[in-house]
């Protein structure tokens, strides 16, 4: 045998055996070596404490009336002195003939609004065309929730209509049209004579923010009231059975100031300073996080006491709540969320987790800000953003950064993917 083809054998025996010996490595390291990981992400900690009290207000019930009532202001609306709030009928005839000349008054509306807009009132087949374009462009605005001049583009297919009716039934004669406005404002008149015997209008002598739900407590829950006070004044109020006048047309709030009063057992309240700010987050009948200032705080009862809250804000989004569970939270810190058993200590001690970068384990410095049962809240001891220290702000923790949570022999810098 040739000297040449023993060499070449040896040379191929040589790096097929170093082949081998790569993928036996490789697949050892890859079955003893896996990382478990997990995506970091930003989050919040609040510090809080779950309380049940009763929203406070200067409330004004509107008088008793024993007619059918016609509310007219929507709930939270507000309301000027001398406005009409409600309309009250002595009999079904009464109310059924208001909406009538409601229905009238409309029809009126719409008629001379299309007096108004007389061009091409003849070309009937014109009319049907506009009609389904505007027919099409209100069904497009919906479907993509745009209600930008929606009532404008409603008054103007009404409109399309009324012409298109009347320029088939006159041919489109102005004057037939005109008669008809006449006739429905006569129409309108002869309803509002009668209506003048047996219904009348409820005026308010104040201004104030609407509301429909009177529940009793209107009397019982005044700002003076709060002035005295106490846990067990608030207790027995809770377990009171209160009744609410019947037959009103509804209630107003005079001031834009409303209270939120309940019972934090003492421990708790020594956290807040009456005339500082803190924030209470509803989440039940109404979901919002309000500003409210500490303005009373009574003596300890039993190691609880009273606390009364105050704002000025969202008053005709809470107009229809009384008694509530709320979360007085008192910090917030927003970090970067960890399991517990992500953080490692580094040869210099400090403190920190390993992030997957390309194909290594990189070690990113981190301070612990907040705890819950299984989880850190952290933040990187360099800014993402840092300008003074590039090279360590790109060793910065960020949230949706991959994060190691367990590995065999992790350092900085090992290769953890192939």
Not at 308 to 315: E, N, R
Not at 318 to 323: S, Y
Request: net charge negative.
């Amino acid at each position: 045998m040739k000297q040449g083809t023993i060499v070449n054998r040896i040379v191929m025996l040589v790096l097929f055996a170093a082949l081998m010996i790569y993928l036996i490595v490789s697949a050892w390291q890859g079955f003893t070596g896996r990382i478990t990981t997990v995506t970091s992400y930003s989050y919040t900690l609040d510090d809080l404490q779950e309380a049940t009290g009763f929203l406070a207000r200067d409330e004004y019930v509107l008088p008793a009336r024993s007619a059918l009532a016609d509310v007219l202001p929507a709930e939270g609306e507000k309301v000027s002195v001398g406005q009409t709030v409600a309309y009250l009928y002595q009999s079904a005839d009464a109310l059924e003939r208001k909406q009538d000349i409601r229905t009238l008054t409309l029809e009126k509306e719409q008629l001379e609004y299309s007096l108004g807009r007389t061009d091409d009132l003849s070309d009937n087949a014109k009319l049907t065309k506009e009609i389904m374009q505007q027919l099409a462009g209100l069904r497009a605005s919906v479907s993509r929730r745009d209600f930008t001049g929606l009532e404008d583009s409603a008054m103007e297919l009404k409109s399309l209509v009324y012409k298109r009716d009347y320029t088939s039934e006159s041919g489109g004669d102005l004057t037939a049209l005109q008669a008809q406005i006449a006739k429905l404002t006569e129409d309108i008149n002869n309803l509002q004579s009668k209506s003048s015997l047996d219904t009348s209008a409820v005026y308010t002598d104040r201004s104030g923010i609407f509301s429909g739900l009177v529940d009793g407590y209107e009397a019982l829950l005044t700002p003076a009231a709060l002035e005295t006070l106490t846990p067990s004044t608030l207790d027995k109020l809770a377990g009171e059975s209160v009744k609410p006048e019947s037959n009103t047309v509804g209630k107003l709030i005079t001031s834009s100031r409303w209270y939120f009063v309940c019972v934090l057992p003492e421990d708790q309240a020594k956290r807040l300073v009456e005339g500082w700010a803190v924030d209470v987050r509803f989440s039940r009948d109404w979901s919002g996080e309000v500003n409210m200032t500490v303005e009373r705080i009574s003596a300890p009862e039993n190691g609880r006491v009273a606390v009364v809250l105050s704002t000025t804000q969202h008053l005709s989004d809470t107009t229809l709540l009384r008694r509530q569970t709320v979360d007085i939270v008192f910090s917030s810190v927003t970090g970067i969320r960890v399991p517990k058993n992500a953080l490692y200590q580094n040869e210099s001690g400090q403190w920190g987790v390993y992030a997957v970068v390309g194909a290594q384990a990189e070690f990113k410095p981190i301070t612990v800000v907040g705890e819950d049962d299984d989880y850190y809240l952290i933040q990187p001891l360099v800014s993402a953003t840092s300008v003074e220290d590039k090279e360590g702000a790109k060793k910065a923790l960020r949230p949706g950064d991959e994060i190691i949570i367990s590995a065999e022999g992790l350092y900085d810098g090992k290769v953890v993917r192939q």
